[in-house]
């Protein structure tokens, strides 16, 4: 299975004007690690997703290519969303996470 988040890492560092050892010393893994992601082989786990969404100065939307409208949400997501608003002490963790700036936040 080839995964095609390391078509819109590629794209995006690109863009950013790094090298991929430049982008993997930004997020501190190694500059094999960012080529076997971009070239398919396998993807970056969840825990590192914030730091290339900041490196590469993107939004975790566009990285991973999830758009949703209020309309498309579904039962499981809604629930994620209500338990969110009423976790207060977890909320930064999920933000950092998502690379959420909490200006930008609605």
Known sequence: MKYEIG???R??????????????????VTKSRVSNWEQGI???DTD?????C???N??????L???????????HEKKVIKAYRT?????QAVDILLGIDEDTAE
């Open 48 to 52: 590192i997703i914030g730091n290339i």
């Open 11 to 28: 794209k995006y560092r690109k863009d950013s004007g790094l090298t991929q050892e430049q982008l993997a010393e930004k997020i501190n």
């Open 87 to 91: 976790k207060e002490d977890l909320q």
């Open 7 to 9: 078509n819109r890492i």
């Open 58 to 63: 993107v939004s975790p939307s566009d990285l």
């Open 65 to 75: 290519d999830v758009h949703l409208t209020d309309d498309e949400l579904n039962a």
């Open 42 to 44: 396998n993807r970056p």
């Open 54 to 56: 900041r490196a590469l």
